[in-house]
C-alpha cells in the first residue's frame, strides 16, 4: 500500500479501513488503493453510512462492495456530477438522480433503502454539513394559501391516478391490520372501524373532521355509526369526489363536505377527527389547530389526532418534501402533545402504528407497479420512477423506524364518559 | 340593602351577587346582609371556587349556603384563624386545619373534595396570589441525599401501617380493574400481569426495576415470567421486606433487590420497569433518567414508566407536598416524554388509567376507616385525619381529573420486535 494511499484510508475513518482491510484477501478489486479518486469519494460516502451492504458500480466501471455478506442491492451511478451531488447531499440528491435516470438501482430497492435508513440514523460522514442544511431550512409556509398550493400540489394529481393503486374506498392514510395477512380493502374498513371505536361513536353524534381526503371516513361514519358529519378539505379534487359519492350514496343530508381550512372551522361537534392532516399543518400551526379543537368540543367532547410522526424532530427528508410533500413536516409524539396541553383536553390513549403503515405501503407498492403501464401512458418516466421511490423509501421509513404513525385519542379535561378500559377496540366489550 | 351591603355584594362578583339574590327568598339566614365581615369573607371564597354546594358553619353560628340544590357536604370552622389562613391560601391551609381539627367535615368528605377540586379548576379569586406562590415555589431537591430524606418521609412510617389497608401484597400504585367490580387483590395482581403483558416479559429477560416499593411486582417477573430481575429502591424498610419476601419465597437468586437510587442503576437488561417512582424523580432529573435507562437498553430492549400525571403542568397540591410527598410532581405526558425524546426511544402505547387510580384509592380510603381503631393506636389523631385527607383528596382528584395516570410503553427506535396489535393484553393473542 503506498503512503498516499494509507492517508487516504486514515480520511476515510477507521471504520471504513477496517472493512477494507477485512475484505482485502476476500475480493481484490475493492481495495482501495485500485479505486480511481471518485471511486474513493463513493467509497467514503457509503463508510459514512455505516458501510451498509451494497454494490456500487461507476460510469468508468469501478466497483464498491461494502458491508458483510452479500449485496442486498446494486446501485449504478452515470456519471461524475450525479456522484458530486450525492457528495454534497445525499438526501434530497439520491431521489434527483434517481428520477431523471442518472442513477439506476439493480435489485431490491426497498431493502437497499432500508439499509441507508439505518446508516442515515449512524451518519458520521457529511453529518455536520447534513444538519446546518437541516438547521437553516424550514418547510414550507402553511399560511392560508401557501397550503392550499401545497395540498393541491401533491392531491389534484388527478383521482384516476391514486385509483390506480389505493384500496377500492380510496384511502391514503395508514390502513390497520387485524391481522398481518388480510387484504388491504380490508385493513382499511378496520381502521375507520379502529377510529370509530376510539372514538365510541353513537348515533346522533355530530363529528368534523379535518383533512378528509377522498371522503371514506366521513361516509363510515354516517353509514356504520350513524354520526352527523362536517367533514373539511381544501383539495378541490378530493372534495368534489367526496361529494359525488355522498350523493350517489344518498347520504347527503348527513355527510357535508366543506372545501375549506381547518382553521375555519365552526359550530359545536361531539367529536373531532383528523386522520393524516397534521402532517400538513406546520409546527407553527399547531397552537392554532388546539384552539380550533378548543372551541368546537363541549364538555363530554372527545377526539383523534392520527398522523405520521418521528421519534426525535428533524426535518422531513429533504427530496420528499420537494418533490412530494412541500410544506410537510412529521412530529414527535411529544410536539403532537403541545396542541393538547394549553388548551382543556386529557390524552386517554396513543397507539403507535408504525409496521401498519409499512405494511399498507407494501400494498400500495405492489399495486402502483401492478399499474405501472398505465401510469406510464399518464405520465412522464420521471413522474413513474418518483413515486416508486417515494413509496419504497416511505415504507423503508416505517420498517426502519425513521417514521412512526400516532394515533392520539383525547378527552375534555376531567370528563368521566370513558370505557372502562381498551377490551372494546378488540372485539369485547366491557 | 344598605349601599355599604350592596358595594360588598360588588366586590365579592357578579356571580356570588346572583346566586345571593336568587336565594333570598328561599332562606333569609343566606342573606350577606345579615353576614358578619368573616361570613361575607367566607361567601366570597366561597364565589370563587363557582359558589359549590356546601354548607359552611362559623365559629359564631353564621351559616352559609352556596350552590343550586343540596348541599354535599358541611364545613366548620373553629375559630377566626382557621378562616383568615384559609382565605389566603386554601390548598395549603384546608388541610392543615383539616389535619388540627380547626375544620371539622359533616357528611362525605370525598364528594366535598370533588366540588372543591372542580371549583379550583376555575378559581377566579386569590389565583393570582396562588398563581406567584405557584410560580415562587418548587417541590423539595431530589439530589441524592434529598430524595432519600423524601422518601423516607413517606414510605418508612411502617410496613405495619400500610399492611392495615393494602392489598395483601402490599402494592401502593394504581391497580388494573379489568371490570370495576373485581377485588383490590385481583386488581392488584391484574395491573401486574398488564405491565408484564406490555412488556412481553418471557422466561430468561433480565428486568432492572426502578423504585420497586415493598416488591410485588420483582417478585411477580420472576415467579410467573421466569425474569431475572434486579430491583432498586432508597426506602430501607421496604427493602428489608422485599428481602425478607424473597427469601421466604426461595427466589433470592433470581430477584436482587438493592437498597440504592435509580441514578446508580448499572448493567444491561432486556426490560425497564418503573412503577409509581417518577413522581417522586423531579423535572430537574428527567434528563438523568432518560439517560439511565438508555444505557441500560440494548438493541432490543423495551421498557415502562408509570406514573401519576397532569393534563397541564402545575404543581402538586402544596398540603400534599409538604405533608405526604415532600419534593414530589406529577408530570404532564409531554414532560414523562422528554425523558425519552432526547433517547433512542420509541413511544409504543400510551394508556391513561385515571379512573382506575380513583377506584384503587376508594378502596384503600375504605379499608384506611376500617382499620381506624388500629391506626389510632399507633399514630395520634393529627395524623389519622391527615392520611384519611390525603386518600380522600387523591381519590377527589383522579375523580375529577386534577390528577392523571400514564402508562407509557416504549421500546429501542427500529425495533420490530413488537406485538401486531394490542389484542394480546386483553386475552386474544394475535
Redesign the interface.
Same mark, same amino acid.
Given at each position: 500500500m503506498k503512503p498516499d494511499d494509507a492517508q487516504l484510508l486514515e480520511l476515510s475513518g477507521r471504520r471504513a479501513a477496517g472493512i477494507a482491510r477485512t475484505r482485502r484477501s476476500q475480493d481484490a478489486r475493492v481495495l482501495p488503493a485500485e479505486l480511481g479518486l471518485e471511486g474513493r469519494l463513493m467509497r467514503r460516502l457509503l463508510g459514512s453510512l455505516g458501510d451498509p451492504p451494497l454494490r456500487v458500480t461507476l460510469w468508468n466501471g469501478e466497483s464498491i462492495f461494502t458491508g458483510r455478506g452479500n449485496a442486498v442491492a446494486g446501485i449504478r451511478i452515470a456519471d461524475r456530477s450525479a456522484l458530486l451531488k450525492l457528495f454534497i447531499n445525499p438526501e434530497l440528491y439520491f431521489g434527483e438522480a434517481y428520477g431523471d435516470g442518472s442513477i439506476e438501482v439493480d435489485g431490491d430497492l426497498v431493502k437497499l433503502l432500508e439499509v441507508a435508513c439505518?446508516g442515515m440514523?449512524h451518519a458520521s460522514f457529511s453529518g455536520t454539513l447534513r444538519h446546518l442544511v437541516k438547521s437553516l431550512d424550514r418547510p414550507r409556509s402553511n399560511a392560508l394559501s401557501a397550503a392550499r398550493d401545497n395540498i393541491h400540489h401533491h392531491y389534484d394529481l388527478g383521482n384516476e391516478f391514486y385509483r390506480l393503486w389505493l384500496d377500492r374506498e380510496m384511502l391514503y392514510t395508514c390502513a390497520y391490520?387485524?391481522?398481518?395477512d388480510v387484504s388491504l380493502e380490508q385493513a382499511q374498513v378496520a381502521k375507520m372501524d379502529h377510529v370509530c371505536r376510539k372514538l365510541r361513536l353513537r348515533p346522533g353524534d355530530a363529528v368534523v373532521e379535518a383533512g378528509c381526503g377522498w371522503g371514506a371516513l366521513a361516509l363510515h361514519m354516517a353509514t356504520r355509526y350513524g354520526a352527523q358529519v362536517r367533514a373539511f378539505n381544501i383539495s378541490r379534487e378530493q372534495i368534489a369526489y367526496a361529494r359525488a359519492r355522498a350523493r350517489a350514496m344518498g347520504v347527503g343530508q348527513r355527510v357535508e363536505f366543506m372545501e375549506d381550512d381547518y382553521r375555519n372551522i365552526s359550530g359545536r361537534y361531539d367529536a373531532f377527527v383528523s386522520v393524516g392532516m397534521l402532517e400538513h399543518v406546520g409546527r407553527d400551526h399547531y397552537g392554532e389547530l388546539g384552539r380550533v379543537i378548543d372551541r368546537c368540543l363541549p364538555r363530554n367532547g372527545r377526539g383523534i389526532l392520527h398522523s405520521i410522526g418521528q421519534?426525535?424532530p428533524a426535518l422531513l427528508n429533504a427530496w420528499i418534501e420537494k418533490r412530494i410533500f412541500p410544506g410537510a413536516y412529521p412530529p414527535?409524539?411529544?410536539e403532537m402533545?403541545?396542541i393538547l @396541553?394549553?388548551q382543556? =383536553?386529557?390524552?386517554?390513549?396513543? @397507539?403507535?402504528l408504525? =409496521?401498519h403503515y409499512a405494511l399498507t405501503l407494501e400494498h400500495w407498492l405492489r399495486r402502483f407497479e401492478d399499474a405501472r403501464e398505465r401510469v406510464s401512458e399518464m405520465y412522464d418516466e420521471r413522474f413513474v420512477r418518483t413515486w416508486r421511490l417515494y413509496l419504497a423509501g416511505s415504507l423503508a421509513a416505517f420498517?426502519?423506524?425513521?417514521l412512526?404513525l400516532?394515533q392520539v385519542l383525547f378527552a375534555r379535561?376531567?370528563?368521566?364518559d370513558?370505557p372502562?378500559?381498551?377490551?372494546h377496540?378488540?372485539?369485547?366489550w366491557?
Open positions: 439505518r440514523e391490520f387485524p391481522t398481518p421519534d426525535q414527535t409524539l411529544r402533545l403541545a @396541553e394549553p382543556e =383536553l386529557s390524552v386517554l390513549d396513543v @397507539e403507535n408504525r =409496521l420498517n426502519t423506524g425513521n412512526q400516532f379535561a376531567g370528563s368521566n370513558m372502562w378500559t381498551r377490551a377496540l378488540y372485539g369485547q366491557r
